[in-house]
């Protein structure tokens, strides 16, 4: 990439930008992906929200991304498969990492075993491993926020076997120790989990007993998430 | 035609409507308001409800220039709400019912902010904001029924909004949530203590926390809106619940949908605020496919779940064609209001 002045005032990130490509945008930030010091690159921009009030949310777009960067860094240094963080620009709220190539969501994988009409048995390893990456994560403190089976990456083995998984999609995490808040987390994966793939109770399960078996703090979270669960049900719903 | 007389009650409203295919008759109602940095009791409620419901009954019927033989349904609120006002409500409807000789139909109170909404506003397919004093969801529909894809899991947002109230001593007349709104310019903390704190030592007014307590709080509510619209793909927003009359709410929203280019709708006060129309309303829908509920089964339950059991079965939410009406407010994609 050619050296690049700002130009008219222009941050330098906003008119390489402008030469990437976007991929996705979402409610939060737009996805570009790029070449950056000779690599290809995911660009996570978080754009200005109108609808907040301007403190609130130049405040909130920096915490959610220095966040952002924080938890996948504690993950990496634990030994969590997560992309390498490459660039942080603050100016424009911009997370330059790595792109992960040959992989699909697990959502994908498990949508497309289903409907090849696999049985969920075949399943089983892959819960198995993303509980045990779970417990590992957690075990750091670091809460993902957003666990569904899109933020899960499962990158192609060799001799198409299995290879690993990547956890991607840190937007809205945080470092906590609180059972309740990994309670929270574990709860939000079962919600996504069982609304998206239909019939995989056993399968998520399978996913608890492997957590469960990772991790010595582990049944203090399994006990929020049971509170947690009821709590939608019971609390008094007035007005 | 069929025609629906809808009661309401579950909270501090108590209120009566008549809905005849798809169009109000007529929907009156009373609030039981408390002084300032009170809330309100649920045998208070029930007795405030009981003092005024036959005079409102008596209203609806003559408002929309009916009499109880012209009636083919009783609709009235199963749940969710507070027990003894709710049970108040369900006695009457159910006396009236037995007495006028017509079927019962239980509504969900929550169904019923929906089902009125997409009737007041002709909302095709929305992802529906449910706030309230009791209720913060969101919802949308999905393969036959009603599905809370989010929701609190400690206090719902107007419950929040009251109980500041209460702490900064605001007017409950007409809500709290009304005169939170009339307040405003901005800070950023919320705690009591930070508040009596600052209020005392004149760091802030009452007017800088409601106002830092509303952004704050209605960026929440959009942002966990949009992130529902993107996960489903959604075009379009519905606000229902008596903190869906919120202006500013109502103005943050539409400030996203612009960004999307989704559409949003909202409804005034006569609809966001429960109501008797509203329950009359589910009731109709529920009634034409012929569910309605025995005396045996007409309990009252205050924790009744917006999805699974509850939904209106079989409606085939997006073939429904219902035209705008009255007290629509469309905002954003549209020239006016």
């Known amino acids: 990439m050619a050296h690049m002045e700002p130009v008219n005032n222009k941050p330098a990130v906003s008119q390489f930008l402008q030469q990437a490509v976007l991929i996705k945008q979402g409610a939060e930030a737009r996805v570009y992906r790029g070449r950056f010091l000779g690599k290809s690159a995911i660009i996570k921009e978080r754009f200005q929200k109108l609808y907040r009030h301007p403190a609130l949310d130049e405040k909130l777009t920096r915490r959610r991304t220095a966040q952002e960067v924080r938890s996948i860094l504690r993950c990496r240094k634990a030994g969590i498969d997560a992309p390498v963080i490459y660039f942080v620009d603050y100016t424009t709220n911009c997370i330059f990492l790595e792109e992960i190539i040959d992989s699909v969501t697990v959502r ?93 109770e056993a399968l998520f399960e399978r996913l608890l007993k492997s957590y469960t078996a990772s991790s010595k703090k582990a049944p203090a979270v399994i006990k929020k998430l049971d509170e947690v669960r009821l709590r939608g049900r019971k609390r008094s719903m007035v007005g | 035609m069929t025609v629906v007389i809808g009661f309401e009650g579950s909270a501090n409203k108590i209120g009566i409507g008549i809905v005849r295919d798809g169009e109000v008759l007529s929907n009156p109602r009373r609030t039981y308001i408390t002084p300032p940095g009170q809330g309100f009791l649920p045998s208070e409620t029930a007795k405030h409800h009981r003092g005024a419901i036959l005079t409102v009954l008596r209203e609806a019927l003559d408002e929309a220039g009916l009499k109880p033989a012209d009636i083919d349904c009783v609709a009235f609120t199963k749940g969710p709400g507070m027990g003894a006002p709710l049970v108040t409500v369900a006695l009457v409807a159910r006396t009236v019912a037995q007495l006028w000789g017509k079927p019962l139909v239980g509504v969900n109170h929550c169904i019923g902010h929906i089902e009125m ?47 500041f109230a209460r702490v900064i001593k605001i007017s409950n007349d007409p809500s709290p949530g009304y005169n939170i709104e009339q307040m405003f310019i901005g800070m950023l903390y919320i705690y009591y203590d930070a508040a009596h704190k600052m209020l005392s030592s004149g760091q802030c007014t009452a007017e800088d926390l409601c106002f830092s307590l509303q952004e704050t709080v209605f960026s929440m509510l959009v942002e966990i809106t949009e992130r529902a619209m993107a996960h489903c793909g959604s075009q379009e927003v519905l606000i229902v619940g008596g903190v869906g009359c919120n202006l500013r709410l109502q103005e943050m929203m539409g400030v996203m949908c612009e960004e999307r280019g989704a559409r949003l709708f909202a409804t005034d006060e006569r609809f966001c605020i429960d109501n008797g129309a509203m329950i009359a309303q589910a009731g109709w829908e529920m009634f034409r496919v012929g569910q309605t509920t025995e005396l045996s089964d007409s309990w009252i339950t205050q924790r009744y779940r917006t999805s699974p059991h509850s939904a209106v079965k079989n409606v085939h939410w997006p073939d429904q064609e219902h035209l705008p009406g009255d007290g629509c407010v469309c905002v954003n994609n549209q020239e006016g209001t």
């Open chain 2, 117 to 163: 909404g997409r009737l007041i506003t002709g909302a095709n397919n929305p992802t529906v904001l449910y706030v309230s004093g009791g209720n913060t969801q969101v919802i949308a529909y999905s393969e036959r029924r009603y599905r809370i894809f989010g929701e609190t899991i400690d206090i719902a947002v107007g419950n929040c909004l009251d109980r």
């Open chain 1, 108 to 200: 994908e994988h498990i949508a497309s075993a289903q409907a090849s009409g696999q049985s969920v048995e075949a399943l089983y390893g892959l819960a198995d491993t993303i509980g045990k990456i779970l417990a590992k994560m957690h075990d750091e403190d670091v809460v993902h926020g957003d666990l569904t089976t899109s933020n899960i990456l499962l990158v192609k083995g060799k001799e198409g076997r299995d290879g690993k998984l990547v956890l991607i999609d840190f937007g809205l995490s945080y470092i906590s120790a609180l059972p309740e808040d990994k309670g929270v987390d574990m709860y939000v994966l079962e919600k996504a989990f069982l609304s998206t793939h239909p019939n995989t």
